[in-house]
């Protein structure tokens, strides 16, 4: 069973776009290496074709994926979503208890996670104890060195 994966238009779009390529571009590659190896001889001793086989393999299974994937996508409506807690899309500022530090993430599906852009995957440990959570909570994270608190200081979207 599946789970349902929620995204931006942006990112569902970025997911088709790869999913066309590999579709539209990679696939003709594979089928044309394994006819290049094929030509070349013998096959039951013909490494090359194996590794061409092999690679047709891993991409077709890769294309299968993103078509689960693609299946169970949601488009979220931003303008619909309540700001009074933190939910997929939340754009939340916390404040690290330990140490002072603020930081501002913004919870999305895991295929669109970019921790450089701020962008953390609500599957992600922080983003699993940020999900719920309303301005002045205080979010307990389990990390593998213990426990970080955080302080919700702004929910927006």
Request: hydrophobic share 35%.
């Amino acid at each position: 069973m599946s789970k349902v994966s929620y995204y931006t238009p942006e990112g569902l779009k970025k997911l088709r776009d790869e999913l066309n390529q590999l579709k539209d571009v990679e696939r003709p590659k594979a089928s044309q290496a394994i006819a290049e190896a094929r030509d070349k001889g013998d096959l039951s001793e013909n490494a090359e074709y194996d590794a061409a086989k092999e690679a047709q393999g891993m991409l077709e299974m890769k294309i299968s994926k993103m078509e689960e994937t693609l299946a169970n996508a949601r488009v979220i409506d931003e303008s619909q979503l309540d700001t009074s807690k933190v939910l997929a899309l939340s754009t939340v500022k916390i404040k690290n208890q330990t140490n002072g530090m603020e930081m501002t993430y913004t919870l999305v599906a895991e295929s669109e996670a970019d921790l450089k852009s701020g962008k953390i995957s609500v599957n992600s440990p922080i983003g699993q104890g940020l999900l719920g959570k309303s301005v002045g909570d205080i979010a307990e994270i389990k990390v593998p060195n213990g426990v970080m608190k955080f302080d919700i200081i702004e929910i927006t979207r």
